[in-house]
DNA sequence: ATAATTTCTAAACCTAACTTTAGGTCAAGC
DNA sequence: GCTTGACCTAAAGTTAGGTTTAGAAATTAT
């Protein structure tokens, strides 16, 4: 019960307000490594709760989980990150956050002139430009605006 | 081949970059509502471009596809929409647009005090917020930040 | 010492938004 | 009139991000 011995994963759990199963899955995408304890079970440093706390954070701008494991990847792995660490991840996020916003405005600004105006045809409108949105939201294959130009 | 015979499938496909498949599967979503000729293939109205191409701009504003169908609900059906139709359902996406911009925002303003400072813990951080991001981003149920604040 | 919790793994299931496949029909060009 | 290309349906497959289930083993509580 001492504290070297580490949290199990339900502790973790509760202190993030993951489930369990989101837990163990995020470690399956090589986000989290935990040790394990003689019996088998998981164990957890006290720092992995600010970590999952930045893969929560980090989903809620747009990363998906590869993109949230390359970001953590810079962090050290031979000691504890430091809040200096977590601030450089902060200002990398910030990068796309700020492009995403970007994005946002740019295409408010053309909403009323071009569907306001009614024109909404392909080949002129600017809601069709493709550097819009970051990248293919939304699963699965799908032909992205302005892929096909050929209208 | 006059214009009353409408457009085949394919033909709408190339003029709004979208798989063909993708259109079957919006008309099975409710989207659109083809007629059929004598041999049972879909003719389209020219103004299911404008259809189309407003659902691929409403998911750039990441409505979902019941949400666009209920949006679309309100052009009239008894006449081909103009372009003051249009423009109304414009400014519905205008809200959600805003909303969405709104929060982003919002989190960028508490990103560089909350992950900067390195305190990233769940009972303060201001990014816990319930209300931030257009509920519920990313499939499959899921624990939304804030939705359990017993840590 | 036993009962009640937790945890374990592997595999199946889930949603959204599509695509792919298979096997067959329709339409258009020569 | 026949071949080629476009189209049809139904069902299964795909991806992301998880959850659920089942059966077994470890831990904790009494």
New binding site residues.
Partial sequence: ?AVS?G???????GRTG?????????EA?GLLK?W????????YQRADIRRLSF??IA?QFG??????REVLASLPNNRTPTPKDWARIGAALRGHLDARIDTLLRLRDNLDGCIGCGCLSLPKCKLYNRDDIAQSK??????LLGDRPDV
């Avoid at 394990?36 to 164990?43: D, P, V």
């Avoid at 990363?63 to 949230?68: A, E, F, K, M, T």
């Avoid at 939304?138 to 032909?143: D, N, S, V």
């Fill in positions: 019960m011995e949290l199990p994963i339900g502790a973790l759990a993951l489930a369990v199963s989101a837990i163990r899955y995020y995408q935990p394990r304890n003689a019996g088998g079970q998981r164990r893969i929560m989903q990363l998906s989980l590869p993109d949230i939304g699963t699965g294959p799908r032909y």
